[in-house]
């Protein structure tokens, strides 16, 4: 079992930065992918961006590209999303979300129901 802790939301003006960091309970992240996911009132829940273990490949969603830029620290079980340029249509409950352990360090999965274990969010709100 692996339980993750969302930080890092809050309120911030248009333009403005946060950075969310997502703590693993697990011993280890070995093998993990790692993403971040949106949810806005009265919508889906919808794909951000999501790194592999190896850290080698990394997806964005389309919007946030040349914004957001997601990273991890193997060594303490974290991942972060640095969010920059901030604009109200990103604001949104954000989840962590982890895979289970896949035979590719490569591996990024981008749909909802392809992880496994997901945070209880935090709340980024970006006024105008």
């Known amino acids: 079992q692996v339980q993750l802790v969302e930080s890092g939301g809050g309120l911030v003006q248009a333009g403005g930065s946060l950075r969310l960091s997502c703590a693993a309970s697990a011993r280890t992240t070995s093998g993990y992918a790692m993403g971040w996911f949106r949810q806005a009132p009265g919508k889906e829940r919808e794909f951000v961006a999501a790194?592999?273990?190896?850290?080698?490949?990394?997806y964005y969603l389309d919007s946030v590209k040349g914004r957001f830029t997601i990273s991890r620290d193997n060594a303490k079980n974290t991942v972060y999303l640095q969010m920059n340029s901030l604009k109200p249509e990103d604001t949104a409950v954000y989840y962590c979300?982890?895979?289970?352990?896949?035979?590719?360090?490569?591996?990024?999965?981008?749909?909802?129901?392809?992880?496994?274990?997901w945070g209880q969010g935090t709340q980024v709100t970006v006024s105008s």
């Open positions: 790194i592999s273990w190896s850290g080698g490949n990394i």
């Open positions: 979300a982890a895979d289970r352990p896949r035979p590719s360090e490569d591996w990024v999965p981008v749909l909802v129901k392809q992880y496994d274990y």
